[in-house]
C-alpha cells in the first residue's frame, strides 16, 4: 500500500493516530481499499478484450497499479 491511500484516509477525516503506520498493513480499512482498486483492475483486465478500447483498458490498469501501489 502506498502514500496515496493514506492521503485519502486522512482526506476521509482519519488520522495516523486512528491507524498508526506501522500497523497500516494489518488494518481493515487498508485491505479494504485493497480490494476495491484490485476490482477495478479487474475490470479493465477482464472486459472487452476482443474490442479496439481494451488498449487503452491495459493503460488505465496500469496507471491504476502504479498509482496506488497495488496490483493483481
Do not use: H, T
Amino acid at each position: 500500500m502506498n502514500e496515496r491511500i493514506r492521503e485519502l484516509v486522512r482526506q476521509a477525516g482519519l488520522d495516523d493516530a486512528d491507524f498508526p503506520v506501522e500497523n497500516w498493513d494489518n488494518v481493515p480499512l487498508a485491505k479494504f481499499a485493497e480490494i476495491i482498486i484490485q476490482e477495478c483492475l479487474d475490470q479493465c483486465y477482464n472486459r472487452g478484450m476482443n474490442d479496439e478500447l481494451y488498449a487503452g483498458q491495459l493503460k488505465a490498469a496500469a496507471n491504476i497499479e502504479e498509482y496506488f501501489g497495488v496490483g493483481s
